[in-house]
Nanobody
Framework: QVQLVESGGGLVQAGGSLRLSCAAS????????MGWFRQAPGKEREFVAT????????YYADSVKGRFTVSRDNAKNTVFLQMNSLEPEDTAVYYC???????????????????WGQGTQVTVSS
């Protein structure tokens, strides 16, 4: 089992920044890739970003590329999502997720992740 707890969400004006954190416990954090997803009201949960177990390889959805940065601190069992130039369309509940099976890649699909946090609300006003 692994437990994930997100923090850092809030209300921000368009063009502003937020930094989300996700603290992990209960499993060897350094063995798994981590991902961020988001879900807006009335929409399906969608992929945002992923980072491999080493922290050297990342992958982003086209909608956030160049604005969001995913990183991790394996010594602190924490993954981050730095969000800059936020847009109203970024408004959603953001979830961090841990890879279901230990690997060396950058998973991007929902079924590749087996553990989820409770989510943190991000609201961007225009």
């Amino acid at each position: 089992q692994v437990q994930l707890v997100e923090s850092g969400g809030g209300l921000v004006q368009a063009g502003g920044s937020l930094r989300l954190s996700c603290a992990a416990s209960g499993r060897t954090f350094t063995n798994v890739a981590m991902g961020w997803f988001r879900q807006a009201p009335g929409k399906e949960r969608e992929f945002v970003a992923t980072i491999d177990r080493s922290g050297r390889t990342t992958y982003y959805a086209d909608s956030v590329k160049g604005r969001f940065t995913v990183s991790r601190d394996n010594a602190k069992n924490t993954v981050f999502l730095q969000m800059n130039s936020l847009e109203p369309e970024d408004t959603a509940v953001y979830y961090c997720a841990a890879e279901l099976r230990a690997g060396w890649g950058t998973p991007r699909l929902l079924h590749e992740f087996g553990y989820w946090g409770q989510g943190t609300q991000v609201t961007v006003s225009s």
